[in-house]
């Protein structure tokens, strides 16, 4: 079973500030894990994948996730916030045993202040 | 390379009418999901085709919903009799099983649905 928890509903950061949004995830398999970005009244656009290659793994518009084994964990960090950040971020988690089911997490809500 | 297409963007309807919301997906991506989005929530599976087989479908309400791909390309969902309950956004994506981009799924921008 698979399933994928995101710590924090909201989170509020000043621009130019680091960015951090916590995701914990659960797979009886090795799994695929993604980070998907959505803006207002648009659909889920890919930020970046771990697909069991390098475990820092690096994504569009400056983002980057580590998969943490040990820690069941797969944060998403940005350094620097840009105020074209504030969007939906989603947690995806999917077994690579072939069943192609992936599970979302409930979403954080990133805020950027001026 | 166009992305994932969806129509309509936004629906509104009474309730106990019916409703389709058609998709049309990434050029030779073999796979194709529904999924519902609620405000505030993460998407949910409703439906997962492989070319034309519905291959998962344990999560659609079939009892008002349909959902068919006949020539395995594009798709189409439908609801009828709309409950106010249905009022949400509804998703499609698709992913292929081939290349660099194998297994991720592409999302068109949604179907947002209202029900009054």
């Known amino acids: 079973a698979q399933s994928v928890t995101q710590l924090d509903s909201h989170v509020s950061v000043s621009e130019g500030t680091p960015v951090l949004l916590r995701c914990n995830y659960s797979s009886s398999y090795s799994p695929s894990l993604f980070w998907y970005v959505q803006h207002p009244n648009k659909g889920l656009q890919l930020l970046l994948k771990?697909?069991?290659?390098?475990?820092l793994v690096k994504g569009i518009n400056g983002f980057e996730a580590e998969f943490k084994k040990s820690e069941t964990s797969f944060h998403l960090t940005k350094p620097s916030a840009h105020m074209s950040d504030a969007a939906e971020y989603f947690c995806v988690v999917s077994a690579t045993s072939g069943t192609y089911k992936y599970i979302f997490g409930t979403g954080t809500r990133l805020k950027v202040l001026a | 390379e166009a992305g994932v297409v969806q129509s309509p963007r936004y629906k509104i309807i009474e309730k106990k009418q019916p409703v389709a919301f058609w998709c049309n997906p990434i050029?030779?991506?073999?796979?194709l999901y529904w999924y519902l989005q609620n405000l505030g929530q993460g998407p949910e599976l409703l439906i997962r085709y492989e070319n034309e087989e519905a291959v998962d479908d344990s999560q659609l309400p079939k009892d008002r919903f349909s959902a068919e791909r006949l020539k395995g390309v594009d798709s189409t969902l439908k609801i009828q009799p709309a409950e106010l309950g249905d009022s949400a956004v509804y998703l499609c994506?698709?992913?292929?099983?081939?290349?660099?981009?194998?297994?991720?799924?592409?999302f068109g921008a949604g179907s947002r649905l209202t029900v009054l």
């Open positions: 994506a698709s992913s292929s099983n081939r290349g660099s981009g194998a297994n991720v799924l592409t």
């Open positions: 050029s030779g991506h073999n796979t």
């Open positions: 771990y697909t069991s290659a390098a475990t």
